[in-house]
């Protein structure tokens, strides 16, 4: 951004949530300026295995029991429908990101994981969720491997490419008239005569209502500080296209899958026939190596095959796995916290934010704002996330 400009509303951070957020503000009518740092879908948003997801990581009678029963189902019943928003998206703007709604499986990597999913699938059946737990069998016959002990299988998730689905939200927002600016790293950000005014290092912006939308990326402004977060690596690796000769019993539905370990793993096949495994971690030596084994021991076939790509992304991970909306001032909130659900509830989340500042109620946001978050030993906790993935990659799946 060069020069002076002025907006309705101004958004710090192209990725999901601002980019839904500018798409819903400017087909308000309303003014829309989004400055980002980098590129659009930079960070998370663009790096991960692109599972779009019902939900949070925690099962739903866990949110209730940490936010309160009216609290807990209103988040739950927001981002239940998560997938549907995302769907519905890609549809109405012709997002081409390779969108498969076919559902996802989330498998047990123990006999203790099997049992974790029963009680999840009963508390998702009680809210009407249409999901089914799968058999050792069943789940073998949809993964192509035998070496989970079951699933639960949610057929309103699905998959995408994800910096696909944000650049083409980016490019949705801008054709609604919204301006978003690359390479425009917000270095200086104050509330001055009603207004929210930012300075970047060739322009100044100045706009009523703000939203701070940086998450695991966010570059620290001191007139509005956000509380530090623990960090979670997150890395991928990505086949070389395969086929249908090679990869045809891999996946053969579509479903995009993650397991219930603690250091978690997941799986994609894209639409060229590529197996993207992702898995908690920076990349490098020894994340790569267990990948590498991970593959050949979840699919023989595979034990040779070539890596064409691999990439890492950030996860913001708070205290208790819950997002939050955080009010920094007036007419103004910054969202962060998802925890590894960012695609669904950043674009629920990012769409509610934007209305309900343009509306000035928060009536329609799926968690209540609060006025303060602290998160104890954020830079410990990432070390520990980081020194435990490497700790296990460095013996797991070895036999």
């Known amino acids: 951004m060069q020069g002076e400009r002025s907006a309705d509303l101004a958004i710090i951070g192209g990725g999901v949530t601002g980019l839904a957020a500018a798409l819903a503000a400017a087909e308000e009518g309303a003014e829309v300026t989004l400055l980002e740092a980098e590129t659009i879908g930079h960070g998370g948003s663009g790096r991960n295995v692109g599972l779009v997801n019902a939900g949070l990581w925690m099962p739903p009678d866990e949110v209730c029991r940490t936010l309160g029963a009216e609290a807990g189902e209103r988040l739950n019943t927001a981002l239940a429908v998560a997938p549907g928003l995302v769907f519905d998206l890609i549809a109405r703007h012709a997002i081409a990101c390779e969108p498969v709604r076919a559902g996802t499986l989330h498998l047990a990597h123990a006999a203790s994981g099997l049992s974790d999913l029963g009680a999840r699938a009963a508390q998702l059946r009680a809210r009407g969720a249409p999901v089914a737990l799968l058999d050792a069998a069943e789940t073998a016959r949809r993964t192509g491997t035998t070496r989970f002990h079951g699933a639960l299988h949610d057929p309103r998730a699905g998959t995408i490419q994800p910096l696909a689905y944000a650049r083409g939200l980016a490019r949705a927002a801008e054709k609604a008239g919204a301006r978003l600016h690359e390479r425009s790293p917000v270095r200086a950000a104050e509330r001055a005569g009603g207004q929210w005014i930012l300075r ?26 956000l509380p530090g977060l623990p960090v979670v690596q997150f890395f991928q690796i990505a086949t070389a296209p395969l086929g249908d000769n090679r990869a045809g019993d891999i996946l053969p539905g579509g479903e995009g899958c993650w397991d219930t370990g603690t250091v978690m793993t997941s799986l994609r096949r ?13 990349g490098g030596r020894i994340h790569a190596d267990w990948a590498r084994r991970k593959l050949a021991q979840l699919f023989p076939q595979l034990e040779r095959v070539p890596l064409d790509h691999a990439w890492a992304g950030r996860i913001a991970m708070t205290g208790d796995h819950l997002p939050r909306i955080h009010r920094i001032g007036p007419e103004a909130f910054a969202i962060y916290g998802y925890s590894g659900r960012g695609i669904g509830p950043g674009t629920v989340f990012g769409q509610a934010a934007a209305r309900a500042l343009l509306r000035g109620e928060d009536d329609g946001l799926p968690i209540a704002p609060v006025d303060a978050h602290h998160e104890r030993l954020a830079g410990l906790k990432t070390l520990v996330y980081e020194a435990g993935a490497r700790l296990i990659h460095l013996g797991a799946a070895r036999t």
């Open 200 to 225: 970047s290092d060739g322009g100044k912006l100045r706009a009523r209502r703000l939203l701070v939308a940086t998450n695991a990326y966010h570059r620290p402004l001191a007139e509005t500080p």
């Open 270 to 282: 894209d639409g060229t026939g590529r197996i993207i495994l992702g898995g908690m971690g920076s």
